[in-house]
């Protein structure tokens, strides 16, 4: 009968659970702030800066819901993440404790905001010239 080995788990092991939830949580509200500004600033834009504005502001509230919608996303994502990684730790489960999702949504969400903020400033300095 083979000897079971008893697995202890690190405390630092937990820590460095609740510091990658606190990064991505960190990251989630950072776009929603960015979101939250742009959608007030396209709204101020729409009211005050007369009709030349209104299709630009419609651009930037779309991009603003996008990105509102990827800060919940992320904030969801790294509220599964964290529980999930808890439960394997107690458990202590041999697994992948990386997330390959969330960075690769996080890179491709920003890079396109940029694409549109970049279109809409080429298109906008195009429409002067």
């Known amino acids: 009968m083979p000897a079971e080995t008893i697995r202890r788990t690190e405390a630092k092991a937990y820590f460095a659970n609740e510091r990658t939830f606190l990064h991505w949580m960190n990251v989630s509200v950072t776009i ?17 800066w007369g009709d030349d504005y209104t299709s630009s502001a419609l651009y930037v509230r779309v991009l603003s819901m996008f990105m ?8 969801v994502w790294s509220g599964y993440n964290f529980n999930n990684r808890a439960n394997m730790l107690t ?3 041999d697994g992948p404790y990386d997330s390959k999702v969330l960075p690769a949504v996080l890179a491709v969400t920003l890079v396109a905001s940029l694409m549109v ?5 080429v298109m906008r300095l195009h429409s002067d010239s």
């Open 32 to 48: 929603g702030s960015i979101s939250a500004a742009l959608s007030g600033v396209a709204g101020h834009a729409h009211r005050s």
């Open 68 to 75: 509102l919608a990827t800060s919940i996303m992320i904030a």
């Open 91 to 93: 458990l202590k489960l």
């Open 117 to 121: 903020v970049f279109s809409g400033a």
